[in-house]
């Protein structure tokens, strides 16, 4: 088509466009086809600005490494400087002891004596690092069953980066991992029961401020290091022999027979147990045991696989 006719086609189908009077049957059809033209263009310049503006997740976004224990350790610049603060004494006290930041810790409570224990792992075993007084907690001894009854927990807990809270109302705070294995299957319910800052405790245990920061430190310290989670044991009272006894009438001295096991087992080896639950009870196994059954029962597969290969042939 010629240039000058192109030109007055197209000046025809502007003057149709913007016209004000009203279009003829035969110009209908051609003002309709220019809107629907003008309004296609104008999606799809849309759809280009939203793909440009919201482009889809590279390949390398999605190959990327997972996130490390560091990128998974929340902090912010107020637990930052509040562990700044704690460092200097903290780590004064562990070189008297030839101890370190950074070394894995492990957390043992006593409800009765209002103490909690804070371990180091330290040339092979645990040590003991030092024992910090609870400034208070909910309750009385026993177990914690139900949300609201304001009691604090007693059992075999474990602690993780995620469930650090630098963000704590109460100073500083991480979460024990309250109900665990055992507590849901005897249907105890309850969630959000922290070691804290502070001195008022509503079924959690407040440490005082200053103690909770040198506590955080530790664990912290322990999770940049490389510990994937610590362990927090929480008895009503040292579970030996003689306060088992002296005990031996409570409705609760069944539950703390199976916690005593557990005691025992750290007692004697300064490990802390492997810990599985059945039925709601605890079953304890030293790392040693465990992997002597492990061995055995692998010997035990080799010897059956070298006899069927025997048998065919």
């Not at 490494?65 to 610049?77: G, I, K, Y």
């Not at 309850?190 to 440490?207: E, L, P």
């Not at 096991?261 to 030293?286: C, H, K, L, M, W």
Request: include cysteine.
């Amino acid at each position: 088509m010629p240039r000058r006719k192109q030109k007055k086609m197209l000046l025809r189908k502007l003057e149709i466009l913007f016209s004000t009077r009203r279009p003829v049957d035969g110009e209908r059809n051609l003002t309709m086809c220019i809107m629907i033209r003008c309004l296609t263009r104008y999606t799809v310049l849309a759809l280009c600005a939203a793909w440009t503006a919201f482009p889809l997740p590279s390949t390398a976004a999605a190959t990327a490494a997972p996130l490390t224990q560091q990128d998974a350790l929340p902090t912010t610049p107020k637990a930052d400087r509040l562990m700044t603060q704690a460092e200097p004494r903290v780590k004064k006290e562990l070189a008297r002891k030839g101890m370190r930041l950074g070394q894995p810790v492990f957390m043992r409570i006593f409800k009765l004596s209002k103490q909690l224990e804070l371990w180091l792992y330290n040339r092979g075993k645990f040590r003991l690092f030092k024992t910090y007084p609870i400034c208070s907690y909910s309750g009385y001894v026993g177990p914690k069953l139900a949300e609201g009854d304001w009691q604090s927990p007693e059992g075999f807990y474990t602690v993780s980066a995620e469930q650090m809270n630098p963000k704590s109302r109460f100073h500083l705070s991480f979460n024990i991992g309250y109900p665990n294995r055992s507590d849901v299957e005897r249907s105890c319910t309850g969630s959000a029961i922290m070691v804290h800052g502070n001195c008022i405790s509503q079924g959690c245990f407040a440490m005082g401020n200053e103690q909770i920061e040198e506590i955080y430190l530790l664990a912290y310290q322990a999770f940049l290091h490389g510990q994937e989670q610590f362990n927090i044991h929480i008895f009503p009272f040292p579970m030996t022999r003689d306060n088992l006894v002296k005990y031996r009438y409570s409705p609760w001295y069944d539950f703390w027979s199976n916690l005593a096991a557990g005691y025992n087992a750290f007692e004697q080896t300064r490990q802390v147990p492997i810990i599985s639950t059945a039925g709601g009870r605890y079953v304890f196994e030293d790392e040693k045991k465990q992997w002597i059954r492990k061995r055995w029962v692998l010997i035990q597969k080799e010897k059956s696989l070298q006899e069927k290969q025997h048998q065919r042939r």
